[in-house]
């Protein structure tokens, strides 16, 4: 008996020492890359020695329900980069903590920012196209210039990009389709659903991620991928893989990488630590090296990155995307066929 | 009045009750056992014997009726709590103990301090010859051995009552013999209540003080070894006990101490004094075959012809023909002595009195 | 009647469990465990698929059938689970047969060959397609072929490898467990070897052939791995409820894909464990006798030997594919070797090793003894309610693995139940995924024991703990170490489940590699690969190791003369 009450206490007591004696550390949910998202916070634990981070990464659709499913009793505090449309989605849900407060906030351009100090950006990215050039010697084309470009029956089954719902760049690309072609009102149109069909045929695959496709296409298992310039960069270009980048004429589309405060995260003082850091120069000098374009207009520029001069930007309205994304994912999903 | 320590009060086993299958395994079943007895429970397989024993031993649940351990209802109580304990057929010792650990087994339980321990096991064993053997892994004795550590592993507990299971099936016949005589005598010796379970007569009748005979669930016979070889309550002890003849006869007429029967011309008057028979009655007649002697044939009370002799030694078994074309079997002992007889010669029987049973026609089974 | 005696057996049986507290306890214990963490959450499922926030809204069981978007991973998935288990048994049955009932050589080699999938991630295989028959692979390039590996092909090509060692196991034993004096009789008959095997001992193999194929059926239908890096446009039921939690956080349309995927599974383990089993002609428990007719004939002895060598060499070189993929610094592109990978999985993920190896270490010993546990009492106890307990705990068997997962967030979301986010509901996911095959062998290995042994005992006044520990636990002491290691490596290998309940501290090293596959860094994933395997590999080893130590003399257990 004594025996059995013995191996039934510690079983108890290694259940709750399993449960994770809470740290004072600071979590955060990351939807940049593994690789990037450890040289940022790497970055920012050297600089803050006394401040230990726990992060996830995950890309930002799956930040976004991530915080739905915990809003009762958020995990993490901070929400560092990935595309902006679901900070805006998640700050219509009442999901964001504000931070006017923060010297950053205050002298980006509004543009940039959310008005009520909801979520601010950390960078901005445009949507461009990557081709692997051994695929485009085979089938003897061009490397595509424009959303139409992609209807080519040469390349059918040859597209990739990440499902709508669950990246941020895919979403963002969307978007870019959506204001290019028929009106440039925000949502489906007829034409607008035509084209997503007949471009939903062209896709070989969908990802999860939405920086995959630029690898892939780099390997040579697609012909070409819609993604960020930025990713197209530094996945393929600098990688020294057979691709070319080009942009549509129409018009593209840009994302803004943005952070955000979660509301009633744990540790929402060290978060605001975190959130000052981003925004110095120091930290956005990092994006030097991933071809980002930094916000901070004091942080340095990559070689050979893209520049919105270089690049028909599209007028789209980024908030409404935002604000309409569930209903805007069930029509994509209706079309596509994927859910 | 009886010093009773173990009672099955109407026993009732049934197995996969209200199914298609469902098998009675003991069927109204009722005995006590006194202090200090070896009751042996017999008979065939499938009798209700084991299933009675495991009852008993908590090991199988009653569906009805009830079992009393000196007077205390144990029906719901568990196995380890019964103070019974148990010699198994197969020893069920324990593989990966020594003959210490598992002749100590039962004393670690109720916490007896290790020196008392020690002692008590060399005691123990040395009860049946296994002294300083306490280090040996069981796996390396002989059967006999080991079937000795489970009789030591069982008595050195001091159990109300203890339980055998067949335990000398395993064992080849000559130490059968030794080792159940060992068992009665330490039994005895001990004083130890026990309830002893097997098919084997001989092993039932030379170390009970009474035996239970059992068939399809039920009780045939409680008594002693003598009681139900010479006085079989019914057509199935006197059938299952020894060997024996049934004769067909018809009751004469009956009195206090004898009953007078006719058979085949002939009347005879048998000592009997426990059972009534009305006059008319049809009887058959338990005759074994060592209750018959073979004389001249006038001489006898029936007549018959020698059809077959079997001679093994010590005695000659003669298959004789009645004059109804009946078959006995009647023994002969020291046929040296008495001479044989010859095929189809004619011969009369006669009938030791006091060795006959008459039992009703028709009692093929009995309370 | 029949009502009167079921009453009255269960009033027995509750007199006497009330007379046995130990017994009441434990038995009490478990079905809390079993009814908080199986049937608990399968009830979340089902509520949150019709009953979401509390009003019924069947929205997407409707939906379903009506939009065929909704249905057609429903159908991808039967088809696939359809084309993998028949694919699946013809391949183990080349290898049960050579294995079994042949003596061709290599037999050791083959064995581990066809045993090597079960040791590492299933959706290594997937990887191992892509890097060699994707629209860039090796193969593909070499050969210059047009195909897409992606959708319905890559499927079964990989599911059919991955899982058709699980119909090995039954297979092998179902073959070399016929009683030859059986197929003797055929022969002796004048039957040809031919005749016999088609007439006599295929026959007899039936319902082990039926039970294999309808357990690599289970399997591939709950399979999350391979379709997530290899289905292209051939969605399958898995895939999409993933998604539709951890993507879109459509818990109702998740909850009823669950449901979707549930009720096949639920069906045909069913038909298997009750119907198919029961007609078993063969038993399966125990070790392969190793007796029996072995063919020896040129003409069958040299095809299937053919074969094996071919179906090892594409297992070979799938694992070898991956192997060298770990080593490159650009797959496909740049092939100079490096340790690169392995720098990065030990700097980047170097705390996921830590913390996968911390919890599978946990659940695994938790998990054994739990299933240790309820074998014993499944198999020596009666007491009211045993059905069910064994009912309930074989459950998991039939749940995929997306669903534990989905019902595990819905369940333990939500104070009071707050689990998400530790480490403890991992612990808990592996414990009882693992448990039905844990229970179902500790049921095996108790049957090898003598019953008289544990009855004597508690004859000699032993309760219920102490006849185990001291008993039954050393007895089946070797097999269950060995099981554990099973147990173990199959927590360092599973995903589907596990997928949904890590977190910001508590990561695990196949989901890592899944994150690195889903971002195309292929080398880091094969790199993750083998580090698992060199893991698993470490651990088996080492248990036999163990094992053969403290067990030096063998224990056998004595059942009379």
Same mark, same amino acid.
């Given at each position: ?339 | ?260 029967? %006719? ?5 005879? &008057?048998?000592? /009997? #004094? ?5 006059? @008319? $009655?049809? *009887?058959? =007649? ?39 074309? %009946? ?5 002969? &002992?020291?046929? /040296? #002595? ?5 095929? @189809? $010669?004619? *011969?009369? =029987? ?18 | ?377 499944v198999v020596r106890k009666r007491f009211v309610g045993r059905g069910a307990m064994e009912f309930i705990s074989m459950l998991n068997f039939a749940v995929p693995g997306v669903v534990v997962g989905i019902g595990y967030i819905l369940a333990f979301n939500t104070p009071p139940f707050q689990l998400t986010g530790t480490a403890l509901i991992i612990v808990l996911v592996f414990v009882f995924r693992r448990m039905p095959v844990g229970i179902r062998d500790g049921i095996a290995q108790l049957q090898q024991i003598d019953p008289a042994i544990e009855e004597a005992s508690s004859s000699l006044g032993a309760g219920f703990f102490r006849t185990f520990t001291r008993v039954t636990l050393p007895l089946v002491a070797p097999a269950f170490l060995s099981g554990l290691v099973y147990i173990f490596v199959r927590c360092m290998t599973a995903i589907s489940a596990v997928v949904f309940v890590v977190s910001a501290g508590w990561q695990l090293l196949t989901v890592a590699l899944l994150y690195e596959v889903d971002q195309a860094n292929l080398a880091a994933a094969a790199a993750y690969g083998y580090v698992i395997i060199g893991i698993v590999l470490a651990a ?22």
């Amino acid at each position: 008996m004594k025996r059995m009450i013995l191996c039934l206490s510690l079983l108890l007591v290694a259940g709750l020492a399993l449960t994770g004696i809470a740290k004072e550390t600071l979590t955060i949910y990351t939807a940049f890359d593994q690789d990037q998202a450890a040289v940022y916070i790497e970055a920012f634990e050297a600089a803050n020695p006394d401040i230990d981070v726990e992060w996830v990464r995950l890309s930002s659709g799956e930040v976004y329900t991530r915080l739905q499913a915990e809003a009762a009793n958020p995990q993490a505090s901070l929400w560092f980069g990935g595309s902006n449309t679901s900070h805006i989605a998640a700050a219509k849900a009442g999901l964001l903590e504000p931070y006017k407060e923060s010297l950053a906030w205050q002298y980006i351009s509004p543009q940039f920012k959310d008005p009520e100090g909801l979520w601010i950006g950390l960078y901005v990215g445009y949507i461009g196209f990557v081709t692997n050039t051994e695929f485009l010697a085979e089938v003897g084309a061009e490397a595509p210039t424009s959303w139409q470009d992609l209807l080519k029956p040469e390349f059918k089954g040859e597209i990739t990009l990440a499902y709508a719902f669950s990246s941020g760049t895919a979403y963002t690309t969307l978007a870019g389709m959506l204001t290019a072609i028929g009106s440039s009102e925000p949502g489906f149109d007829a034409d607008d659903e035509a084209y997503v069909a007949a471009f939903n045929e062209q896709v070989g695959q969908y990802n999860t991620s939405g920086s995959a496709a630029a690898t892939m296409v780099g390997l040579g298992e697609f012909g070409i991928g819609c993604v960020f310039s930025h990713d197209i960069v530094k996945k393929a270009i600098s990688k020294g893989y057979p691709v070319v980048m080009t942009f549509p004429e129409e018009g593209t589309s840009y994302e803004i990488g943005g952070m955000a405060l979660i509301k009633g995260g744990p540790q929402l003082e060290l978060a605001k630590v975190f959130y000052d850091w981003a925004m110095t120069k120091e930290a956005q000098d990092l994006y030097k090296d991933f071809f980002r374009l930094p916000l901070n207009p004091m942080a340095e520029l990559a070689e050979g990155s893209v520049r919105a001069t270089d690049v028909n930007v599209l007028p789209i309205d980024l908030v409404w995307y935002g604000d309409n994304k569930d209903a805007m994912l069930d029509e994509w999903s209706e079309i596509t066929g994927e859910y | 009045m009886a010093d009773v320590v173990v009672r099955f009060e109407n026993l009732v086993k049934v197995f996969s009750e209200g199914t298609k299958r469902e098998v009675r395994a003991v069927d109204d079943f009722s005995l006590s056992v006194e202090r200090g007895h070896l009751v042996t429970l017999l008979g065939p397989s499938g009798c209700g014997k084991t299933t009675s024993l495991r009852i008993l031993a908590g090991f199988e649940s009653a569906t009805a009726g009830n079992v009393y351990i000196d007077e205390r209802r144990v029906n719901d109580i568990p196995p380890q709590r019964r103070d019974t304990a148990m010699v198994f057929q197969s020893y069920g010792l324990f593989p990966h103990m020594t003959v210490l650990e598992n002749v100590a087994y039962g004393l670690k339980v109720k916490r007896v301090p290790k020196r008392e321990i020690v002692k008590r096991v060399a005691e123990t064993l040395g009860l049946v010859g296994l002294e300083g053997l306490e280090k040996r892994p069981v796996g390396k004795l002989s059967g006999g051995q080991q079937q000795r550590v489970a009789l030591c592993r069982a008595i050195i507990t001091e159990p109300r009552v203890l339980l055998f299971d067949e335990p000398l099936s395993n064992l080849d016949a000559k130490l059968r013999k030794g080792t159940r005589e060992q068992i009665r005598r330490i039994q005895q010796e001990l004083n130890i209540t026990s309830l002893y379970v097997t098919h084997d007569q001989a092993e039932a009748m030379s170390i009970s003080d009474q035996i239970a005979v059992m068939s399809e669930g039920r009780l045939q016979q409680l008594g002693s070894a003598e009681e139900i070889y010479a006085r079989p309550a019914n057509h199935f002890v006197a059938d299952f006990i020894g060997e024996a003849n049934l004769v067909p006869a018809t009751v004469v007429a009956t009195s206090a101490d004898e009953v007078r029967v %006719r058979m085949y011309g002939a009347e005879i &008057a048998i000592a /009997q #004094e426990d059972v009534a028979f009305g006059p @008319d $009655e049809p *009887v058959d =007649l338990v005759v074994r075959p060592e209750a018959v002697d073979l004389v001249a044939a006038s001489e006898g009370d029936i007549r018959a012809f020698v059809r077959f002799s079997h001679y093994t030694g010590s005695i000659v078994l003669y298959s004789l023909e009645l004059p109804d074309e %009946r078959r006995v079997a009647v023994q002969v &002992a020291n046929p /040296q #002595e008495h001479g044989f007889l010859q095929i @189809d $010669e004619e *011969v009369g =029987l006669r009938l030791h009195r006091r060795s006959l049973r008459v039992l009703a026609r028709g009692s093929s089974d009995d309370r | 009647m029949k009502l009167d005696a079921y009453r009255r057996e269960v009033r027995g049986e509750i007199r006497r469990l009330l007379h046995d507290p130990v017994l009441l306890g434990i038995v009490a214990v478990v079905f809390v465990l079993l009814a908080a963490f199986i049937v608990f959450p399968l009830i979340k499922v089902v509520q949150h698929s019709v009953w979401p926030g509390g009003t019924f809204q069947p929205k997407y069981f409707i939906d379903f059938f009506q939009k065929t978007y909704y249905w057609r991973p429903l159908v991808n998935s039967l088809i696939v689970g359809s084309l993998v288990s028949v694919f699946g048994m013809l391949v183990a049955f080349i290898f049960a047969y050579g294995i079994a009932r042949t003596d061709i050589p290599g037999k050791g080699f083959f064995r581990l060959v066809a045993m090597l999938p079960i040791v590492s991630p299933p959706f290594l295989i997937a990887l191992a397609a892509i890097l060699l028959l994707g629209n860039h692979g090796v193969i593909t390039d070499a050969l210059r072929l047009n195909w897409d590996i992606y959708g319905l092909p890559g499927l079964v090509l990989t599911e059919t490898l991955a899982y058709f060692p699980i119909a090995f196991m039954i297979l092998e034993g179902v073959l070399s467990k016929i009683d030859p004096s059986i197929e003797e009789a055929a022969l002796d008959m004048g039957a040809s070897k031919l005749r016999t095997f088609f007439t006599v001992t295929l026959p007899l193999a039936i319902p082990g052939i039926a039970s294999a194929m309808l357990l690599v059926f289970i399997r591939s239908l709950e399979d999350f791995g391979n379709p997530v890096v290899i289905q292209g446009r051939f969605r399958v039921l898995t895939v999409a409820a993933y998604h539709a939690v951890v993507g879109r956080f459509n818990m109702p349309l998740g909850a009823t894909l669950a449901i979707f995927m549930l009720l096949p599974t639920l069906m045909i383990f069913v038909v298997q464990k009750y119907y198919v089993a029961r007609k078993s002609y063969v038993t399966v428990t125990g070790k392969p006798s190793g007796i029996g007719l072995k063919s020896t004939e040129k003409h069958v002895k040299i095809p299937i030997f053919i074969a094996l060598c071919i179906l090892s060499g594409i297992i070979l070189l799938m694992y070898g594919v991956v192997l060298f993929g770990s080593f490159t610094r650009l797959w496909g592109f740049d092939n100079s070797l490096t340790l690169d990978n392995y720098r990065y999985v030990f700097q980047v993920g170097g705390q996921y090793v830590w913390d996968t190896l911390k919890i599978a270490l946990t659940a695994t010993p938790i998990g054994g003894l739990l299933s240790i546990l309820i074998a014993y009492l499944v198999v020596r106890k009666r007491f009211v309610g045993r059905g069910a307990m064994e009912f309930i705990s074989m459950l998991n068997f039939a749940v995929p693995g997306v669903v534990v997962g989905i019902g595990y967030i819905l369940a333990f979301n939500t104070p009071p139940f707050q689990l998400t986010g530790t480490a403890l509901i991992i612990v808990l996911v592996f414990v009882f995924r693992r448990m039905p095959v844990g229970i179902r062998d500790g049921i095996a290995q108790l049957q090898q024991i003598d019953p008289a042994i544990e009855e004597a005992s508690s004859s000699l006044g032993a309760g219920f703990f102490r006849t185990f520990t001291r008993v039954t636990l050393p007895l089946v002491a070797p097999a269950f170490l060995s099981g554990l290691v099973y147990i173990f490596v199959r927590c360092m290998t599973a995903i589907s489940a596990v997928v949904f309940v890590v977190s910001a501290g508590w990561q695990l090293l196949t989901v890592a590699l899944l994150y690195e596959v889903d971002q195309a860094n292929l080398a880091a994933a094969a790199a993750y690969g083998y580090v698992i395997i060199g893991i698993v590999l470490a651990a088996i080893v080492l248990m036999r190791f163990v094992v053969a130590r403290l067990f030096k003399g063998g224990l056998t257990p004595l059942g009379g003369e």
